[in-house]
């Protein structure tokens, strides 16, 4: 019989709750301080008891982001952390299973377990924390650092193509794809709230900036001067508006996008309205990378992407269980042990 | 074969004999391994007992008629206890050319060959290779041999007449015209492999009808024609009362598996990754989804033991299966499994290495991979089945230390035992032991602190899982502070956490049974010391040296990290120490390391297991030069 005091709801946590005892150690300045800032802000919202929540890591100044929450947490091995999270939300589907990664432990290391995490869609949340560098190993260049990037390794300039982690979560068809990133506390709030609503692996690529080894890869996007020209800011049902004032907007001519000034006689009537749910539309702003459009490059989005409902993997594993269980029924262990054929010797 | 011979009716007589050894041999196309099943099922339910060898390629079509598509069946079945598949075979049948060519050598002489003329045209003798012209049904070579030339697959074409079936399925039936004759020749009832048809083909009538109709059809050309002046008849074996069931090594440990998770309460997780000998257990844990078994098929062999171990680490029994090139990729994942210590059962079916090697055929290759395969310091318990049954009994050790000590274990069985197969006198579920899980659900230090690293007597930790109130705590692959488990760099605290978690495993040895001979004395000039799959040929040759008045016994290893406590005391009571092995001689390395004894290696690399003679010539050898 529950006593009356365990019928009333436990006092709200507070972000100071989810702060293990252990002493942050990223660099001064890194932009890991402001995601776990904005982690242990909005998980008091999720209404998620501590002791189900899991964090697990893989290697990388990202993946000691497991030691200072202070919830159930894993730091494992480079790249694996995806593989991990899947065994442990398998077994145990009622634990909120956090990732977080970093580019080279997501992409580069981890890319097989990144994309099949993708596709296979367990309901975890998988934030990747790019800074385009590899910060704990001092400074090589990343699966995500631009063709011609100068590091420790690439002296000379990178020869490579990078990833847009956007068009490599969706190729992969994952069910959640988000950007964010670490100067835009509220943005990131936002979208956080959003993956853990998301039923189904939520990717949230969140740009970090790297002070020691890549400082400032993304302040065009994070910093007043540039921001509003180089960044638009999506939302499910607006319509794509960005530059100064929103000034400029976007529509599509068939499929391909197309800029417009809205001071200059075009109509906002005539924009582009995002809907998340559209993969084909989701695919082409996720182009907005790298891909210019009659010679025009178009701004970095941020906000969700696409997002779309289907069937979790732990809860298909476990409703095929249920189902045989409920048709078939459970067998003894002793009809296990004997088989169909046995003989007797008397 | 001995016999003595009766006279009975019928124009064949019949002859007692006390085992028999038959292989099945043909194209990979032919059937061969559901013919020998099938009269492997048999040969059990009339109470013989038996051990069996199937022998595949690699290739799964390799092309048509060549040798390198030859698929062999071997089963020694007998009224006396059978410990191997056997050395050499009583009677072959030959399905081709190319099956001729590959398993006449290990014909007795004097033994009987059945071959497929068929199969024996210009173009399959072609294909096996022999030199234009030459036909070994007609140029001397079975002249030691009693050989039966049989037209199976125009027999098999004249009875389906009228069937309705395709040229193609047809052809298709002709091993159970084989089987048909070998059930006559053997005196063995037909009933079962009728009743197996009928099921298996419930919704293809015509289909089951053709295999009956055959099958009868070989019985009978045994029966009428003549052609066959000897029956053979092996009577039961005398196997301790109960009742028992044919088994392969894969199948018991795919279901120790799931005896573990049902005697220990944990939910199974099995994370695995195709891979040859292994993919079975995977494929028959598959069917296990009503006992809430969940497997996942991982999208490599390092995602396969790291999903395993998160289900661990969620509170699950978590299990990876492989063999040595999947072995070698999960190694870092290892590394971090003992660092957590973390129970977690990794079992390798080993094969012919190293590299991708000899996927199909056995070796004991990965002994030193199992002990040492690990960066930095990090031994772990170490285990080897002997017997396809004895996969059985080996899981649920593995269970058990895994989920008692806190550890991941490392389980060692073969392609010989996993494919072979065996009966089995099954226990009842009362029969088996409990496996003894205790989760943390209170804190254990100071303030209401919780210390994932306290030890307790058996130098074990708590296991906290996650959804536990007031335990949250976190663990990762950096060295951790003794007791906290807080990430350290501290100099002295490595080492002492080093030392910690050998001396954990090392205590494991107060919980397993001390070592003793299986045959033999406590004392003596000999001692023939095997692990794993060697068991049933070292038995034999062994137990035939002593009948025959030699000073020889046989200490069989189960446990090889640790070693039984008493294993350098025992050892160090005979002259010589022999270890065969599969390998160049690994368990050998590991005996003269540790104890410092002058032992002999006896190795075999040949993808194939020792016979008995061989055996029991270097026992002999060394008897008589000391």
Partial sequence: ?346 | MESIIENKQGHATLIDADSVVIRFSGDSGDGMQLTGTQFTDTAAFLGNDLSTFPEFPAEIRAPIGTTAGVSGFQVHFGSKEIFTPGDEYDVLVAMNSAALKVDLARLKKGGIVIVNTAGFDKKNLSLAGYADGANPLEDGTLTNYIVHKIDITKFTKECLVGSGLGMKEIERSKNMFVLGLLFWMFDESMDHTISFINEKFAKKPDIAEANIKTLKAGWNFGDHTEIFTTRYHVAPAQLPKGTYRNISGNQATAIGLVAASELSGLPLFLGSYPITPASDVLHELSKYKTSGVKTFQAEDEIAAICAALGASYAGGLGVTTTSGPGMALKTEAIGLATILEIPLIIIDIQRGGPSTGLPTKTEQSDLMQAMYGRHGEGPLPVIAASTPANCFDTILEAARIAVEHMTPVICLTDGYIANGTEPWKFPSKDQLKPIKVTFATEPNGPNGTYLPYKRDEKLSRPWAKPGTPGLMHRIGGLEKQNETGNVSYDAKNHEVMTKLRAEKIQKIADYIPLAKPDSGKETGKLVVLGWGSTNGAIKTAVREAIAEGYDVAHVHLHHINPFPKNLGELLSGYDNILIPEMNCGQLLQLIRAKYLFPAVGFSKVQGLPFTTIELKNKILEILKSN
Wanted: charged share 25%; hydrophobic share 35%.
């Fill in chain 1, 1 to 346: 019989m529950e006593t009356i005091a365990e019928q009333q709801a436990a006092p709200k946590l507070t972000a100071k709750d989810f702060a293990s005892n252990q002493e942050v150690k990223w660099c001064p300045g890194c932009g890991d301080y402001s995601i776990l800032k904005q982690v242990q802000t909005v998980f008091p919202d999720f209404g998620v008891p501590k002791e189900d929540i899991v964090f697990i890591s893989g290697i990388g100044c990202a993946a000691r982001f497991t030691y200072y929450m202070d919830t159930y947490g894993l730091h494992s091995i480079h790249g694996r952390a995806a593989a991990i999270a899947s065994g442990v939300k398998a077994l145990n589907p009622h634990l909120s299973v956090w990732m977080v990664s970093g580019d080279g432990d997501a992409f580069s290391i981890g890319g097989n377990h990144f994309i099949h995490l993708m596709r296979k869609n367990f309901n975890i949340n998988y934030m990747v924390f790019n800074n385009e560098i590899y910060g704990l190993t001092k400074g090589q260049y990343s699966p995500t650092s631009g063709k011609g990037k100068i590091a420790k390794s690439t002296p000379y300039g990178s020869v490579e193509e990078p990833f847009n982690p956007s068009e490599l979560a969706l190729g992969a068809r994952s069910s959640f794809v988000a950007r964010s990133l670490d100067r835009d506390p509220k943005h990131m709030q936002a979208v956080l709230k959003r993956a853990n609503d998301h039923k189904g692996t939520s990717f949230v690529e969140i740009y970090q900036n790297c002070p020691v080894f890549n400082d400032g890869t993304f302040f065009a996007f994070s910093e007043k001067e540039t921001k509003q020209e180089q960044s638009i800011y999506i939302e499910h049902g607006k319509p794509l508006i960005f530059g100064n004032g929103g000034n400029k907007g976007i529509k599509l001519d068939g499929t391909k996008p197309v800029i417009v000034n809205l001071e200059d006689g075009a109509s906002a009537n005539d924009l582009w309205i995002h809907d998340e749910h559209d993969k084909t539309k989701a695919h082409i702003i996720a182009s907005f990378f790298d891909t210019a459009y009659d010679g025009v490059d178009f701004p970095r989005p941020f906000g969700v992407i696409y997002s779309e409902d289907r069937a979790t993997y732990e809860e298909s594993m476990q409703n095929q269980i249920d189902e045989l269980i409920a048709r078939k029924g459970k067998p003894s262990l002793d009809k296990i042990l004997s088989g169909d054929k046995t003989w007797t010797i008397l």
